[in-house]
């Protein structure tokens, strides 16, 4: 009888079958930029690649871990990838702040509203793009006029005129008028270099940056150019993280703006002079070099409003002319001026003041009616595809640049006024002062600081008594959520507090709306009274009611020293942000939501870190699941998660059926989809749930940043299946007990990883990764990526496809 067959030996099992792929699990930080050991939760932890400004780290037992997979059967090896110095590191880079303004302008150029998915107005988006380009402008034109105010006025033409001004300062004494210097052509000529090295200042910050991240180009084959106008979303074009063209544009036309302005304010009293002097030779010149100076101005209208980003590739052409040319010509005719200037005139003398009221009047005006237009064309896009769920129902990107204008015309009127009232003994500025005040206009911006600040406390002090009504109402029911606890009604307090407190976050915008609007009037009121009266607030006010003419004078002077001490307070802040971690999480979330787009506006705002973390994350995820065949599940918190959903967005077809997304504390779409409804609304997010089928978000109803991506927090319609779960148990534990001896903490918006729900969803994430072939929500199964070249032709159709910014 033939021996009956045995079946195999279970341990002949293990050894035959081939171990299963390793599944790996990428931790992305979020604003308070964990270091490595925290974020695994080990203190022996190793670089894997990247380098000191960024990188990925293991713990040092798992380096080897593609070696043996065996040994990590049934868990993740966890690796950690850390920005946090892409946004931070020496306190120097503190100075970066003092470029607020320009950070908050390029906010407004992406948050436009989506408009209609189909069938969209691309003039309207243009048009949008346009007009916010041309607030970046304003506010760089801004900025370098209020150091010609500085430098060219206030000293090389007001206070070295007079012996009353440079006799306490022997600094200032070979301007004096009868020396070499003491012409006021050649002492503008001196002025002039201080304006014109703060322009040459900002080019090399801007282009010594553009190195490192525009110019960084992205991995090749990632993702696949979609034809113009499909509705794809606007993150996952091979373009977005690669603005090498745009910026190095707006670059030259900022650069050359910028020397234009310091040709123009040496150009325009020496040219005036000359008229009244009867010099027909000089006469001559002058009329040519103002030519010359309204042909740049034309020159760097054209570059501005030319052409804005190309997102549908990787656009690696660079326009020789705009760079090279206009900023080298903009800085020859600036020496041709200097020149112009220096010519001996022996009969001239300073007197008065240089015209800086009618530019910094036409600069503001300028700017309101630009941002009037803005708010046009943001109405007509959101009327198209209305969406309640966005910022001011679509104004947040022109409330925004007004915020923008704001901040640069309190801070570059404040430094003015500042050094006005140091020149003048540390008295602001009055009739009869050995210097003249600076322009009639920045005494009026500075009066209108305290009515503003009065307003922001008002406000203030409304949300707060909302806050506390809202507190008392969640308190009642918090005990019911927890069964089986005996209720404390101080543990109730606490709990509902944290709550109340995180849901100021979705009244943000109407705070917004309530200063830009205020804003906007008190601006408007501001400068009608410094062109109608043409005097400053106070002696504009002389003769009117006792009470009327006290208050204008008390916000005159108030106003004027409020500048100058916000000014230092504000960068003492910086610096401790970027030294101080419990510092940074105060201020980084506005900061890195700010840094967080690319320089499509300003190319003089701070570089975007993005464009180094998004492609560091998207080669990671392709070279580790191409080298190894593994499952990967990438878990971003907070602003992490934000750069994880843009990484995913990133990768071909066939890398990201092998990726999971987990996201928790996310500012998607509490933040994001609100303010950036282009590029986040529902339609983007919707579209990224297709694309990752495997997807799990995680909040808390006490967190003030995140919530879920998909649903309303209130929606008890959403499926079991979906992305969002919440909001999860804060604390886990609401009394003392076996379990919890010690009160739980309320965790807001950190150490998710404490709470059980994350190693649960990531598991069972990596699991369904691990199941049969999967078929995308659209029924189709995802194939492979075509190859990319490393410059793809331009496609058919427009350049900027709607959708774009512009």
Request: hydrophobic content about 45%.
């Amino acid at each position: 009888m033939p021996d009956t067959p045995q079946p195999p030996h279970p341990l002949a099992l293990e050894l035959l079958t081939p171990p299963r792929p390793l599944a790996l699990e990428l931790r992305v930080h979020g604003v308070h930029g964990a270091p490595p050991d925290e974020l695994l939760g080990d203190p022996r932890t190793v670089r894997i690649t990247g380098d000191s400004t960024a990188a990925v780290f293991r713990r040092a037992a798992d380096a080897g871990a593609e070696a043996h997979p065996e040994w990590y059967a049934g868990r993740p090896v966890v690796e950690a990838y850390c920005w946090s110095r892409l946004t931070s590191g020496n306190g120097s880079r503190a100075l970066w702040l003092l470029l607020l303004p320009f950070m908050v302008v390029n906010l407004a150029h992406w948050a436009r509203p989506a408009g209609p998915a189909t069938g969209p107005a691309p003039r309207a988006v243009r048009t949008y793009g346009v007009l916010v380009r041309v607030l970046a402008l304003s506010l760089t034109l801004l900025l370098i006029a209020a150091a010609c105010e500085v430098a060219l006025d206030l000293l090389a033409w007001q206070c070295a005129g007079t012996r009353t001004c440079t006799g306490s300062r022997s600094w200032l004494g070979f301007l004096e008028p009868g020396g070499w210097w003491g012409q006021p052509g050649r002492r503008l000529v001196l002025g002039a270099l201080v304006p014109a090295a703060l322009t040459g200042l900002l080019w090399f910050l801007s282009n010594r940056t553009w190195s490192a991240y525009e110019s960084q180009p992205p991995p090749a084959g990632t993702a696949v150019p979609a034809p113009a106008g499909d509705g794809a979303p606007a993150l996952g074009r091979p373009g977005f993280w690669y603005g090498r063209r745009i910026v190095a544009r707006l670059r030259a036309a900022h650069t050359a703006a910028g020397l234009l302005t310091v040709a123009a304010a040496v150009a325009a009293p020496t040219a005036r002079y000359d008229r009244s002097a009867a010099a027909p030779v000089l006469d001559l010149i002058g009329w040519a070099v103002e030519i010359l100076l309204a042909a740049g101005a034309v020159a760097v209208a054209w570059v501005v409003c030319r052409r804005g980003r190309t997102e549908v590739r990787p656009d690696h052409a660079l326009d020789r002319a705009a760079v090279t040319l206009l900023p080298g010509a903009a800085l020859a005719l600036l020496a041709a001026v200097l020149l112009y200037a220096g010519w001996s005139r022996p009969g001239w003398t300073s007197t008065g003041r240089l015209p800086g009221d009618f530019v910094f009047g036409v600069l503001m005006l300028g700017q309101g009616c630009c941002v009037l237009l803005l708010a046009a064309v943001a109405a007509r896009l959101y009327r198209l595809a209305p969406d309640p769920a966005n910022a001011l129902h679509g104004l947040g990107g022109p409330a925004i640049a007004m915020l923008g204008c704001a901040l640069g015309g309190v801070m570059s009127g404040g430094v003015a006024q500042r050094v006005a009232d140091w020149l003048d003994g540390g008295t602001p500025a009055a009739a009869g002062a050995p210097v003249p005040a600076p322009p009639v206009l920045l005494s009026w911006q500075a009066a209108v600081l305290p009515p503003l600040l009065l307003v922001l406390a008002l406000l203030a002090a409304w949300f707060t008594v909302r806050t506390v009504r809202t507190r008392r109402r969640l308190a009642a029911p918090v005990a019911a959520e927890y069964p089986g606890e005996p209720p404390d009604e101080d543990r109730s307090r606490r709990i509902a507090g944290a709550r109340a407190a995180a849901a100021l976050t979705d009244s943000a915008p109407w705070f917004v709306a309530a200063v830009s609007g205020i804003t906007l009037l008190l601006g408007a009121g501001a400068l009608a009274g410094a062109w109608l009266s043409g005097r400053v607030p106070g002696d504009a006010a002389r003769g009117a009611h006792p009470l009327l003419a006290s208050a204008a004078r008390t916000a005159q002077d108030t106003g004027s020293w409020l500048i100058g001490l916000g000014i230092a307070a504000f960068v003492t802040w910086g610096r401790r942000a970027y030294r101080d971690p419990a510092a940074r999480r105060t201020i980084g979330v506005l900061w890195d939501v700010g840094t967080f787009w690319p320089r499509a506006a300003h190319p003089f705002a701070p570089p975007c870190y993005a464009e180094r973390a998004v492609p560091d994350l998207t080669w990671r995820m392709t070279g580790w699941t191409g080298s190894t065949g593994g499952r990967l599940v990438i878990s971003g918190h907070s602003q992490g998660s934000v750069l994880a959903a843009a990484a995913v967005w990133q990768l071909p077809p066939q890398v990201r059926r092998r990726v999971a997304l987990l996201t928790y504390g996310s500012p998607l779409r509490r933040l994001y989809g609100r303010w950036f409804p282009a590029y986040f609304g529902p339609g983007p997010l919707g579209a990224l749930h297709g694309d990752v089928d495997c997807w799990r978000n995680l909040w808390r109803a006490t967190d003030p940043i995140g919530g879920p991506v998909l649903h309303d927090p209130g929606d008890t319609t959403a499926p079991d299946g979906s992305v969002d779960r919440g909001p999860l148990a804060d604390p886990l534990a609401y009394g003392r007990s076996a379990r919890h001896p010690l009160p739980a903490p309320i965790l807001g918006h950190f150490d998710y990883q404490a709470d059980p729900a994350f190693a649960a969803e990531r598991d069972a994430l990596l699991a369904r990764l691990a199941g049969p072939a999967r078929r995308s929500r659209s029924g189709t199964r995802a194939v492979p990526a075509p190859r990319v070249s490393k410059e793809p032709a331009a496609p058919e159709g427009p350049e900027d496809p709607p959708g774009t910014a512009g």
